[in-house]
């Protein structure tokens, strides 16, 4: 498995996340939904809650059939197609939710209320982005820093 390789979901992994007919484990699950035919794998092991536990979720899906590598980005373009409803170029929303859930996680604070506010009134990953310098001024209050860097680490991998 290359983690450098963009993967999306195949038949049965949309069967999977509108049906759960094939009843995966929750945190498997939640990589599947993940899955978006625009992440690679590394990005998307980095929204896991530890790389080595992502890592095994998206051998898991990817041994089950559930995803597949992408062969080139035409395959990626007739998928987007044939998908429907289409998405937006941009769809920044599992982002924001990550982020929201992560600074109320760390940090229990007005300021970190006020600005997960202001995150999730973001409509794309630009705009997302300018509250990063305050969101590192919100996270040096976080009672653990060194899950405070992880998160910052994390979310940078994603929108980068």
């Known amino acids: 498995m290359e983690l450098s390789s963009v993967f999306s979901k195949t038949a049965k992994g949309l069967d999977e996340v509108s049906t759960r007919a094939h009843r995966l484990p929750a945190r498997v699950r939640a990589l599947l939904i ?3 035919g ?10 896991s809650a530890s790389v080595t536990e992502g890592k095994r979720h ?3 899906l990817l041994n089950g059939g559930f995803i597949q590598a992408q062969s080139a980005p035409a395959t990626a373009a007739s998928q ?4 429907s409803p289409t998405l937006p170029d941009e769809d920044i929303s599992l982002a924001k939710s990550y982020v929201v859930h992560s600074l ?4 229990a604070s007005a300021d970190a209320r006020a600005l997960s506010e202001e995150i999730a009134k973001a ?7 300018q509250h990063f310098g305050r969101l590192r001024v919100v996270l040096g209050a976080a009672a653990d820093q060194k899950k ?13």
Request: aromatic share 2%; no cysteine; hydrophobic share 55%.
């Open 58 to 60: 998206l051998a898991a």
């Open 104 to 107: 109320h996680e760390l940090v």
């Open 123 to 129: 409509m794309t990953a630009d705009e997302l982005r």
């Open 148 to 160: 405070a860097k992880l998160f910052l680490e994390k979310i940078a991998l994603v929108l980068d």
């Open 34 to 36: 993940m899955i978006d």
């Open 80 to 83: 987007r197609a044939t998908a």
């Open 38 to 47: 625009h992440r690679t794998g590394s990005q998307v092991v980095a929204l």
